[in-house]
T-cell receptor, first 117, second 109 residues
Framework: NAGVTQTPKFQVLKTGQSMTLQCAQD?????MSWYRQDPGMGLRLIHY???????DQGEVPNGYNVSRSTTEDFPLRLLSAAPSQTSVYFC????????????????FGNGTRLTVT | GQNIDQPTEMTATEGAIVQINCTYQ??????LFWYQQHAGEAPTFLSY??LDGLEEKGRFSSFLSRSKGYSYLLLKELQMKDSASYLC??????????WGAGTKLIIKP
């Protein structure tokens, strides 16, 4: 199994450009999420989804959109890139978040390193 | 607010033992995770604690005290490949994960 696959690995954007970060998982996980990781800070949740057709905002959702049309895919869209969005982005999935499977760890993709100039 | 504290950086010697502490203040508690993250790579799962006490997995052990809001990760027989950041995360009452900033562990020969 491939697990969680993210593309691209690296991206440079100019301020104002838009782009989509792709994320796909082949583990039939219901829960998918996007995090950003910045130096000296913990992982911060951008958006998450508990199943196809359901998305919700995390801690830092501004400037990002998501959709979940299938169980496998969870793309993250940057609408108009800003230098403050320079970061490493991780997609992560798990079987779910209910109390039944609360012990399930997140499986992370390899990350996308985004620079906005 | 919700907060997780970990030391920013620790240094240890190959073959020794190191303990990485994590203290948390969260709205509710539904388990605590430890992840390892090598530089430039994704976090990978190490351990999960939901009840008080020690969980042992080979060279790695994790301890939890819910009454004290405290956990530690114990690494024994340190190897150079253990040089990495170690992330503590708590699942809160809404089942969301709250993450610490991570502890960078440097292993010296």
């Amino acid at each position: 199994n491939a697990g969680v696959t993210q593309t691209p690995k690296f991206q440079v954007l100019k301020t104002g450009q838009s782009m989509t970060l792709q994320c796909a998982q082949d583990m039939n996980h219901e829960y998918m999420s996007w995090y950003r990781q910045d130096p000296g800070m913990g992982l911060r949740l951008i958006h998450y989804s508990v199943g196809a057709g359901i998305t919700d905002q995390g801690e830092v959702p501004n400037g990002y959109n998501v959709s979940r049309s299938t169980t496998e895919d969870f793309p993250l869209r940057l609408l108009s890139a800003a230098p403050s969005q320079t970061s490493v982005y991780f997609c992560a999935s798990s079987p779910g978040t209910t109390e039944i499977i609360t012990s399930s760890p997140l499986h992370f993709g390899n990350g996308t390193r985004l620079t906005v100039t | 607010g919700q907060n997780i504290d970990q030391p920013t950086e620790m240094t240890a010697t190959e073959g020794a033992i190191v303990q990485i502490n994590c203290t948390y203040q969260t709205s509710g508690f539904n388990g605590l995770f430890w992840y390892q993250q090598h530089a430039g790579e994704a976090p990978t799962f190490l351990s999960y604690n939901v009840l008080d006490g020690l969980e042992e997995k080979g060279r790695f052990s994790s301890f939890l005290s819910r009454s004290k809001g405290y956990s530690y990760l114990l690494l024994k027989e340190l190897q150079m490949k253990d040089s990495a950041s170690y992330l503590c995360a708590v699942r809160d009452s809404n089942y969301q994960l709250i993450w610490g900033a991570g502890t960078k562990l440097i292993i010296k020969p």
